[in-house]
């Protein structure tokens, strides 16, 4: 319930971050939309072709696969890394040497950029060099990403839970610290079993940072593209192609330009959407009246 | 339910304490089964400390806690059977408010009916029962309370229930409300209950006994009216009363006392105190006359609508005057009458005891 | 130079903050918005600052218009109930930050520092930290860094409820002597009707954002224009019972009957509310004048120089406060006299007929 106040001159100062957005973010999607909508064949001659390109995209079936499997994958990293990450932040020590030693350990993955992280899991992961594959193979389990779609799959996901679960152990640990003690006091003096703890104090607790962290988890899993490009390249097959790498295979690799467009611009609204409804769900629960 | 004993508790929060660096100095005091007791002092006076040694939150440095005969001293909070109400209300959002109270219940096995009887029985008594299908989470602070003052009370066989400052989120005209209704749950339940407070108003009116506690020292245990006519030391007198006890140093010789060369007799003879001597008296208690007195310069006077105070100053102390009833109108004089019968005298801060004639 | 609000409103999402104000607040005395939580006295105070926004209504300083201005054109300080100092700063420098904020500098801000901080007994704490000091302290910091500002318009925001009972009546007996001869417009809300009286000055009762009442506070607290002026301005709450005139008689609810004063004879017939604080009830009658209710005893409260007594009266909760101590068996049936003098009357409306026999 902030103030508002009128002073017109505060727009001067909005007026660079305005032309910075312009050119990092208005002018390529224009270039984008302008290819979606047009078909070209070099040397900067565009046709008309209205939404063609939209509705071949939407018939093809090579892109309901890569939405099939990318749908899959983000189901199942979310499945894996919320409530990993919950159980991990409960497990954390919750002051002293050893917090700040689990902070710091847990951020490491964090920081890799991610076709580092792509580049170690490929290389840990080869049956010929990698210290997984090598154990793997010694242990007569027949494990080879590059052949097997289902290895691959497993390869990717737990990269992937690696990466990312600290995020939402972080996140969740920053939630579980703002609850005051009184209220373990409480519980404890009603003798309520840990379970009951949890599902009474700490989910309900937890519920916002939780939604933020299915949220960006679900943005960027639903985006991934460097990991599973420098692992795996999509395949084997198209087993482990999902839709940014079916989308850039598209635009780069058959230099389909308008038909890549279509999917690009399909492929935003699609995440402005989810992330739109998100956001009114969460909106809708906090206007419940929590003070 | 039990009577709680305190044998030669201390505590400290640093390791190897020396006896000023106690957070409560040694204490001994038994709790009577259904009594109604309060512990008053300012913040950073120890009261929170001994509050969560009942509660076995923290382990005492030395000495036991006793439950009844039990020795409960390493036994950790949830096995000592008590309920505590917090300064903040915790409340268990995601449920309703029939679920709150019958959360502690539920947990120990209770049957089904039991339970619902008896949480009804409770919101009747706190005014929850319109409310009892409602989720806990957007009621506002005043109820959310009560909830955790319901679930306070509605186990049948409690040791003990502790309340640490309750009422501090609550609205004043709320407070009424939720003091009397607490009187009455103690009058209906007859469970032990331990107030943990700052506010003297709230001590003073829900206790039958009141620990005063000042820098870790319980310096007296009284019913509120001990505390109001005979505080034991100066902090107690200075603590309860608002404005609170009037102190001046005075020469005591005998039955007479003298401030400003002027004689005040007194209703005991206390010989000749050493050390630092102060006669203490309630701001109630002085009458301003205009014959006998100790002559006052008056400074100022407050009308705060059931009775007026008066600042005045005598021998370079600042005194308080109450007279009864609001209004203007004149004062009836200017010089301060001491009723003997209500002077204390001080030593050293602490009151002495003179020889009855 | 006083600070006027005409008409002013504001409404959030269709929920009323605050009702058509009108108030004109003078320099040189202290000005309380008094009323419980939510009844719109921080909502009052945003407006004051320039915080928000009206609704509807102007805002007048000096007789100029400001409803638009901006809250740093408006020359205000404000207090708030949270300890908010600068942490990093010392004492000496949190209350120098507004004056070197101005471009001040040197011994204009030596002086003005070492005033202040003598008038708020700060001086042999000037070199410490915030934190380093104890509640009353830090408050008194704040207090301090408003009061440098020598700001046209001074808001304190329940300045003393998060202090320690003791600190809170130490600090409030020194207030009002800070205030005193200032330029400066003070306005200071509070949940307390005693801490208003202690403050003096003028009181505006706060209702559900609305201003009941405004006016010297001893007066508004003797003859509350209505219901809602008197139970905000009454703790305990005032006791009230509903009957109807008929000539010279009150029917009460539970059939029990009062003569009016002869003065009150005139009034219409009908339906009124009877009220009277809870000092004003006592045990015994000294002269014939006085009104008998026979009450239920339903509870005391001792505070050691007081005694509370909870009554039941034909359905309705009444509080007596007496001085003493004074036990009775709870659930016995005891009567109880009021002096005629201190009853108020009230009509259907809930607006103040008559002050004990005064009409109003």
């Known amino acids: ?291 | 339910m039990a009577q709680i004993t305190l044998a030669n508790i201390a505590h400290s929060y640093a390791p190897a304490a020396s006896p000023s660096d106690l957070a409560l100095k040694e204490l001994n005091h038994t709790w009577q089964d259904g009594g109604a007791y309060a512990l008053l002092g300012p913040s950073g006076c120890g009261k929170t400390t001994l509050l969560n040694i009942i509660s076995g939150l923290i382990t005492p440095s030395r000495g036991r806690v006793l439950f009844g005969d039990q020795d409960v001293t390493d036994i950790p909070t949830e096995q000592r059977n008590i309920a505590q109400v917090f300064q903040f209300p915790v409340v268990y959002d995601t449920m309703t408010v029939f679920e709150n109270l019958a959360f502690p219940l539920r947990n120990r096995g209770g049957r089904r009916a039991e339970i619902r009887a008896r949480v009804e029985l409770v919101a009747r008594m706190i005014g929850l029962d319109d409310l009892l299908h409602r989720r806990a989470r957007g009621l506002n602070p005043d109820i959310k309370q009560k909830i955790s003052l319901g679930r306070g009370m509605v186990r049948e066989s409690v040791n003990a229930i502790l309340f640490d400052e309750p009422l501090t989120v609550i609205d004043p005209h709320m407070k009424w409300e939720l003091r009397t209704q607490l009187k009455s749950l103690h009058r209906e339940f007859g469970h032990t209950m331990i107030y943990v407070t700052h506010d003297q108003t709230e001590a003073l009116t829900f206790a039958d006994k009141v620990v005063m506690l000042h820098q870790g020292q319980v310096v007296q245990i009284g019913s509120p009216e001990a505390l109001f006519e005979r505080p034991e030391h100066s902090f107690v007198g200075h603590f309860i009363g608002s404005p609170g006890m009037n102190f001046i140093d005075a020469r005591v010789a005998g039955r007479s006392a003298f401030i400003a060369g002027c004689e005040i007799a007194l209703a005991q003879d206390y010989g000749i105190p050493s050390g630092h001597t102060q006669l203490g008296i309630r701001p109630e208690y002085i009458r301003l006359t205009d014959g006998d007195g100790l002559p006052a310069e008056i400074k100022g006077i407050e009308d705060v609508g059931h009775r007026r105070i008066v600042r005045a100053g005598v021998a370079g102390f600042d005194l308080n005057v109450v007279l009864p009833g609001g209004g203007g109108g004149e004062l009836p004089g200017a010089r301060l009458h001491f009723p003997p019968e209500h002077i204390g005298i001080y030593q050293d801060q602490w009151r002495i005891e003179g020889q009855s004639p | 130079m006083a600070l006027e609000l005409q008409g002013v409103s504001r409404t959030v999402n269709g929920q009323v903050h605050i009702r058509s104000a009108n108030l004109r607040l003078e320099p040189g005395v202290i000005n309380v918005l008094l009323g419980p939580t939510a009844a719109g006295k921080t909502s009052l105070m945003r407006l004051m600052a320039g915080l928000d926004r009206p609704s509807a209504g102007r805002i007048l300083v000096s007789g100029t218009d400001v409803t638009g201005a901006a809250v740093q054109e408006r020359d205000v300080a404000m207090v708030y109930q949270e300890f908010i100092n600068y942490p990093g700063k010392s004492v000496y420098e949190n209350i120098a930050s507004p004056l070197r904020l101005k471009g001040k500098a040197g011994q204009e801000v030596d002086a003005a520092v070492r005033s202040t901080a003598e008038l708020l007994k700060l001086t042999p704490l000037l070199q410490r930290k915030p934190l380093e000091l104890s509640g009353g302290q830090q408050q008194r910091c704040a207090l301090a860094r408003a009061l440098v500002k020598q700001a046209r318009l001074v808001l304190l925001d329940e300045p003393l409820a998060n202090l320690d009972y003791k600190l809170r009546e130490e600090l409030r007996a020194e207030i009002p002597n800070i205030f005193a001869q200032s330029q400066t417009i003070f306005v200071y809300a509070t949940s307390e009707p005693e801490e208003a009286l202690l403050l003096g000055g003028n009181t505006a009762t706060l209702h559900e954002g609305e201003v009941c009442q405004f006016g010297p506070t001893a007066s508004v607290y003797r003859r509350p224009a209505t219901i809602r002026s008197a139970e905000v301005f009454s703790d305990p709450p005032i006791n009230l019972a509903v009957g109807d005139k008929m000539g010279p008689a009150l029917k009460l609810e539970d059939g029990h009957s009062i003569e009016l004063a002869p003065e009150l004879v005139g009034l219409s017939d009908g339906r009124y509310t009877l009220g009277f604080r809870a000092h004003d009830l006592s045990l015994q009658a000294p002269d014939s004048g006085y009104l008998r209710f026979d009450c239920q005893l339903t509870g005391t409260e001792v505070t050691g120089s007081e005694t509370f007594l909870y009554l039941a009266q034909a359905d309705r909760s009444w509080v007596g406060r007496l001085p003493g101590v004074l036990s009775r068996p709870v659930g016995e049936t005891i009567a109880v006299w009021v002096n005629p003098q201190h009853l108020y009357l009230f009509d259907a409306t809930g607006r103040l007929v008559a002050c004990g026999s005064e009409p109003a």
Request: with cysteine; aromatic share 14%.
């Open chain 1, 1 to 291: 319930m902030k103030g508002k106040i009128d002073n017109n001159r505060a727009w001067l100062l909005v007026l660079p971050v305005l032309a910075l957005v312009m050119f990092s973010a208005v002018i390529p999607l224009m270039t984008v939309v302008n290819y979606a909508f047009n078909d070209t064949f070099g040397n900067n001659q565009f046709f008309w072709n209205g939404w063609g390109w939209f509705e071949e995209m939407l018939q093809s079936e090579r892109l309901h696969a890569a939405l099939g499997r990318q749908l899959l994958f983000t189901g199942i990293i979310l499945l894996i890394e919320i409530p990993l990450g919950i159980v991990v932040a409960l497990n954390m020590p919750k002051k002293g040497f050893w917090a700040s030693l689990c902070l710091i350990l847990m951020a490491l993955p964090l920081l890799i950029p991610f076709n580092v992280v792509g580049t170690i899991w490929q290389i840990f992961s080869r049956v010929d060099i990698g210290l997984l594959g090598r154990a793997m193979a010694a242990l007569g389990i027949d494990y080879n990403y590059t052949s097997d779609p289902l290895d691959a799959w497993v390869t990717l996901i737990i990269m992937d839970v690696w990466h990312w679960t600290s995020l939402v152990a972080l996140l969740c640990y920053a939630g579980l610290q703002s609850i005051p003690g009184a209220y373990y006091q409480a519980a404890r003096i009603d003798q309520s079993s840990r379970w009951n703890v949890f599902r009474y104090i700490e989910l309900p607790k937890l519920s916002g940072v939780l939604s933020i962290a299915i949220l960006l988890r679900f943005i960027d899993s639903f985006m991934i593209y460097t990991e599973p490009f420098v692992v795996t390249g999509g395949g084997p097959g198209n087993a482990t192609t999902f839709l940014s790498i079916d989308l850039v295979k598209m635009a780069i690799g058959q230099f389909d330009l308008g038909p890549a467009a279509a999917f690009s611009l399909m492929y935003f609204l699609v995440i402005l959407l989810i992330s739109w409804v998100f956001y009114t769900v969460m909106v809708a629960r906090d206007g419940e009246g929590e003070p």
